[in-house]
């Protein structure tokens, strides 16, 4: 990415009444994060969502140098990212609405064959059910070569972290802070082995500090970058729950490890099972059957799709994009496909009509 592309995302990221999904409004609407600042304020304030109160924090000078101070940062330091936009951006956490624009990485990541993605997540002060359970779950999936997911804190997360790197799986963990953070300090002996089997994400700047609130968002990612999310452990509130809570609303699958009634760090996830938000977890079998693990192992015969349809260049171009990338939200193959949205959506109801895609919740599409 071009230094004044990476400076616009920076600032666009920095502006605090800007969230992820307004900004991507706004680099769809203008073409790219470069234009945003080109535009007159009076031609963004048309942009539905955006408002007065956006555009002033929006082109705040103080965003500015610290946006090339931390730029500064990134080239001094071969800081590795991803746009939201890359080809190499997670495919799954692409689909969410909400996702960063821009994502921070350090280590050996390598997530091509996205298709066995799990996150692991549960409470800070796990038993020695808890432990056992996931240590042995993690081995049990170590034949089918998943890569595991957690947020490097105590109890669940860093217990998974090293049974993945104990089984030489691929581990990643998400961040809540900036590289130049390490949060808990006593975990930081882990770092050099999960960037040999893994590494590090963050949407957070390096001297953002671990805050409560990026947690919250931190859970996001994490719940958003895999194809399930296991709960091994949780008391009626805490951040498993709100990762939980954010996968339900992506549409993914979620297990939970059920224990005793009178367990409190077990109730959490009783609630989700009792609930149906979550499938009961009590072994890998039940994740392996579930995501069809079992059924991509074996060889079949691939079977090609014939379709006797015409289409217009617009719906090829169409077509080709969703049949390369798979399901993407409306506003990604209005900016992909270089498509005004008000001709978009006639086109693509077209393509609905002619049997050939589908629209999903929060504004995606697939093709059939």
């Not at 109160?53 to 140098?65: C, G, M, Q």
């Not at 996830?269 to 059924?295: E, G, H, P, R, Y």
Request: net charge positive; hydrophobic share 40%.
């Amino acid at each position: 990415m071009k230094d004044n592309k990476l400076l616009a995302t920076l600032r666009l990221q920095r502006s605090r009444a800007i969230g992820d999904v307004l900004a991507k409004k706004l680099i769809v609407a203008t073409g790219g994060a470069e234009n945003i600042f080109e535009e007159k304020p009076a031609i963004l304030e048309k942009i539905n969502g955006v408002g007065s109160y956006a555009i002033r924090h929006l082109f705040d000078k103080k965003n500015i140098l610290q946006a090339e101070n931390e730029l500064n940062y990134i080239r001094k330091n071969d800081i590795k990212y991803t746009y939201f936009l890359d080809e190499d951006f997670p495919r799954h956490l692409h689909n969410c609405i909400d996702s960063p624009i821009l994502l921070f990485k350090d280590g050996n990541i390598s997530i091509e064959n996205d298709s066995k993605i799990i996150s692991i997540v549960g409470t800070r002060n796990m038993s020695s059910y808890g432990r056992h359970f996931c240590e042995e779950l993690i081995k049990d999936l170590a034949p089918h070569n998943p890569i595991i997911v957690s947020g490097f804190a105590y109890g669940v997360d860093i217990c998974a972290h090293k049974a993945a790197m104990k089984h030489n799986l691929q581990t990643i963990a998400v961040l809540a802070h900036g590289f130049e953070q390490i949060y808990p300090k006593v975990h930081k002996k882990y770092i050099h082995d999960v960037q040999k089997n893994g590494g590090f994400f963050t949407e957070f700047w390096s001297d953002e500090p671990p805050l409560r609130e990026n947690f919250l968002r931190r859970n996001r990612i994490v719940a958003g970058i895999s194809k399930a999310t296991v709960i091994i452990e949780s008391a009626e509130k805490g951040g498993s729950l709100v990762t939980a809570d954010i996968a339900n609303s992506y549409d993914k699958d979620i297990f939970a490890l059920p224990g005793r009634a009178t367990d409190v760090f077990s109730r959490g996830c009783n609630s989700l099972i009792k609930n149906n938000k979550a499938t009961l977890l009590t072994s890998a079998q039940d994740i392996i059957k579930m995501l069809n693990w079992d059924v991509q192992n074996k060889q079949t015969k691939p079977v090609q799709k014939q379709l006797f349809v015409e289409f217009t260049e617009t719906e090829q171009k169409i077509y080709d994009f969703l049949h390369q990338k798979g399901k993407q939200l409306l506003d990604v193959i209005a900016l992909e496909c270089n498509i005004p949205i008000v001709q978009l959506s006639s086109v693509l109801l077209q393509l609905e009509l002619k049997g050939v895609l589908q629209p999903l919740p929060g504004k995606m599409f697939e093709i059939i």
